[in-house]
């Protein structure tokens, strides 16, 4: 069955960074795109950008521009969110999700603390 | 402030039938298809419509959704308690290049 398992909890200080990793498994991981969509504490969901394993090419949503790598790893079927600069702003589950014309499966989550 | 427009809240009571709306323009719902998704408190969201009335397997057919322009909707009936969650409803946007999401509908079982 496809899963997609996200690393751990982080706490961050302002101005670093973090890396979070979501590992596919259940279906050819080169074949579908995978989302970053993040959740910031009772709010709502914000799509933060996109990758395509298979190519490694990429697409930020333009207010994390700077900001934002994706990476892949196409031994390990692996995908990486990497956020730097960290700001209190910040504080949000993380999700990774694959894209089959729409979101159908979704990692677990992974909650960023951003706090001094 | 999301691209997407739904109502903050909604409720109903067990067996009743609800609906949430959601609302966009021609560079998101007008010219693609919607999801909606449910999100249950400290959890993942779960597809729960697709291509604007479609169900992934499992979800039971009390759930429906319909597309009308640059707006759509999705339909509970038969309300039961377990279906107290809240709603997004997301579609791809041509002129932004992403998902864009509603700000979600917190359903209340009364």
């Known amino acids: 069955q496809v899963q997609l398992v996200q690393s751990g909890a982080e706490v961050k200080k302002p101005g670093a960074s973090v890396k979070v990793s979501c590992k596919a498994s259940?279906?050819?991981?080169?074949?579908?795109?995978i989302h970053w969509v993040r959740q910031a504490p009772g709010q709502g969901l914000e799509w933060m950008g996109i990758?395509?394993?298979?190519?490694?090419?990429?697409s930020y949503a333009q207010k994390f521009q700077g900001r934002l790598t994706m990476t892949r790893d196409t031994s390990t079927s692996t995908v990486y969110m990497e956020l730097s600069s960290l700001r209190s702003e910040d504080t949000a589950v993380y999700y990774c999700?694959?894209?089959?014309?729409?979101?159908?499966?979704w990692g677990q989550g992974t909650l960023v603390t951003v706090s001094s | 402030q999301s691209v997407l427009t739904q109502p903050p809240s909604a409720s109903g009571t067990p067996g009743q039938r609800v609906t949430i709306s959601c609302s966009g323009s021609?560079?998101?719902?007008?010219?693609?298809?919607i999801n909606w998704y449910q999100q249950l408190p400290g959890t993942a969201p779960k597809l729960l419509i697709y291509?604007?009335?479609k169900r992934p397997s499992g979800v039971p057919d009390r759930f429906s959704g319909s597309k009308s322009g640059t707006s759509a909707s999705l339909a509970i009936s038969g309300l039961q308690s377990e279906d107290e969650a809240d709603y997004y409803c997301?579609?791809?946007?041509?002129?932004?290049?992403?998902?864009?999401f509603g700000g979600g509908t917190k359903l209340t079982v009364l």
């Open positions: 999700a694959r894209d089959y014309t729409r979101l159908d499966f």
């Open positions: 259940g279906y050819t991981f080169s074949t579908y795109y």
């Open positions: 997301a579609a791809w946007d041509d002129s932004l290049n992403g998902w864009v």
């Open positions: 291509i604007s009335h």
């Open positions: 990758i395509y394993p298979a190519g490694g090419s990429t």
């Open positions: 021609s560079s998101n719902i007008g010219s693609n298809t």
